[in-house]
């Protein structure tokens, strides 16, 4: 059930200038959450930042209540969340939107940048129902990996970068382990667009079923100003209610 709540900032960890984790824990019981959803944060003093911002749910611990997320600064709402310091408080609307479903037995999960987030917890649930997936990380360099950490023991790693400085120097798509992109009975991706849109391709060419997992900028989060809509075979649809989460198949010339 879709809930606001006040979260309290447990640690903050900041990567590198541009990248930053921060864990926050509710008073209350988390509701549950499912992969790949969503929460909308309101910034601290929002005259700059009226509107709540979206991050990706990157994991949960319901023992202690907490949610992560793993943020990369570009602007003001980013920028006061980098910011913020242990005890500060943060208000959450959460769960949002519709995630991933674990509908598969040889999964592959491929994440780039800050799209590596939403894998993490869907890792963790495949891993909770017996299944080990396959995870291809991708980034600009090794700093943008630190995530991979998240997936030890739970999945079976692949890591390329951009300037070859951990895993192959490829892109995703050029990665060796898509050679046997067969071996696969379902993907699923987060990241940049245009890696999505190329790992769709594969996926299509290949007769994979693919799940992708789309970051439309959005306003109000709950289907009412209809500002991230996308194009679906069925026609327009909300990409914050109806999504993010979406069969590459249902969406309009997305791999084209
Ligand atoms: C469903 C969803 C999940 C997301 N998960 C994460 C996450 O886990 N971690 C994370 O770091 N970011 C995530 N984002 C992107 C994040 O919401 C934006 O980066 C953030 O709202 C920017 O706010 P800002 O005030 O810092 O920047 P603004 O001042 O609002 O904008 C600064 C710059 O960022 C660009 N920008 C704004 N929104 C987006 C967006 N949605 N996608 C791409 N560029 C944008 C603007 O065009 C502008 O160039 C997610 C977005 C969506 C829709
Ligand atoms: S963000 Fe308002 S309808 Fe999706």
Do not use: W
């Amino acid at each position: 059930m879709k809930r606001i709540a006040d979260f309290k900032v447990v640690s903050i960890h900041h990567i590198c200038d541009e990248l930053f984790e921060i864990e926050v824990q509710c008073v209350e019981k988390l509701e549950h959450i499912e992969p790949g959803q969503f929460v909308n944060v309101m910034i601290p003093d929002t005259r700059q930042t009226f509107l709540r911002r979206p991050i990706s749910i990157c994991d949960v611990d319901v023992e202690n209540n907490t949610l992560r997320f793993y943020i990369r600064k570009v602007g003001n709402g980013t920028g006061k969340m980098s910011n913020m310091q242990t005890g500060d408080s943060l208000n959450i609307v959460y769960p949002l939107g519709k995630g991933f479903d674990t509908d598969s037995q040889r999964p592959l999960l491929i994440g780039g940048g800050c799209g590596i987030a939403p894998l993490v917890y869907l890792a963790k649930n495949f891993y909770a129902k017996g299944i080990k997936p396959a995870v291809l990380l991708g980034g600009k360099s090794a700093r943008f990996l630190t995530l991979k950490t998240y997936f030890n023991g739970i999945a079976d790693v692949y890591l390329c970068t951009d300037d070859g400085s951990e895993g192959e120097k490829a892109m995703v798509t050029q990665h060796s382990l898509m050679k046997k992109v067969r071996d696969f009975d379902k993907i699923y991706t987060c990241g940049p667009q245009v890696m999505m849109k190329a790992v769709a391709k594969v996926a299509i060419e290949q007769n994979i079923p693919c799940m992708v997992s789309l970051e439309n900028t959005m306003a109000c989060g709950v289907g009412a100003c209809l500002c991230c809509v996308t194009k679906t075979r069925e026609g327009h649809k909300c990409v914050c209610t109806e999504g993010p989460v979406f069969n590459v198949m249902d969406l309009e010339n997305f791999a084209d």
